[in-house]
């Protein structure tokens, strides 16, 4: 069986965790996309599962990885739902993915979002409209998750 070199994992539990993972279903964070970004009812289910998608990216590749300007409001609603978003994360990768901004007082490399979208191609196929290199292009790859957190208080406010 293959296995991935940076995570370990076998492909067949990774292929399960994202099925799982793609499960997950918020019935409020749905209702709150549409009210909030007048999105359908079949936009809003597409763009929460590209955010989770995206996470799954960050925690089965290990790699600081930037998203997409949608993917990324998708994910500061997500992250407002805090229980709820901490239960998602320790309940299908053991571990909270901290939200935090680039930091803007020191030197620091900026991930492109356009390796992310390369890369959510290649683990997923097609994707939708909230993948858009336009919107990578965009997007100032302000957010990403904090390797450097891994659950712990040592971060302080990353969110």
């Given amino acids: 069986m293959k296995t991935n070199v940076s995570t370990g994992t076998s492909l067949r539990r990774m292929y399960q965790i994202s099925n799982d993972v793609l499960s997950y279903q918020h019935p409020e964070l749905i ?5 909030k970004f007048g999105l359908s009812e079949s936009g809003a289910h597409e763009l929460f ?3 989770k998608k995206y996470l799954y990216l960050v925690v089965t590749t290990g790699r600081k990885l930037a998203p997409t300007q949608a993917i990324d409001i998708g994910w500061h609603e ?5 229980r709820d978003y901490a239960g998602f ?8 993915i901290h939200h935090t901004p680039n930091p803007v007082l020191k ?3 900026v991930p492109n979002p356009v390796e ?7 683990t997923f196929g097609t994707l939708g ?4 290199r ?5 997007c100032s790859a302000d957010c990403a998750p904090d390797s450097e957190c891994h659950g712990d208080d040592s971060c302080g406010g990353d969110v």
Avoid: M, Q
Avoid at 89 to 96: A, D, P, S, W
Avoid at 116 to 122: D, M, P, S, V
């Fill in 78 to 82: 997500f992250v407002l739902y805090t």
């Fill in 31 to 35: 209702e709150r996309f549409k009210r």
């Fill in 49 to 51: 599962s590209d955010v």
């Fill in 134 to 138: 336009v919107d990578a292009t965009a």
């Fill in 107 to 109: 030197p620091h490399v």
């Fill in 129 to 132: 409209k909230n993948w858009h």
């Fill in 116 to 122: 992310t979208i390369n890369l959510a191609h290649e």
């Fill in 89 to 96: 994360c320790n309940r299908f990768f053991g571990t909270f």
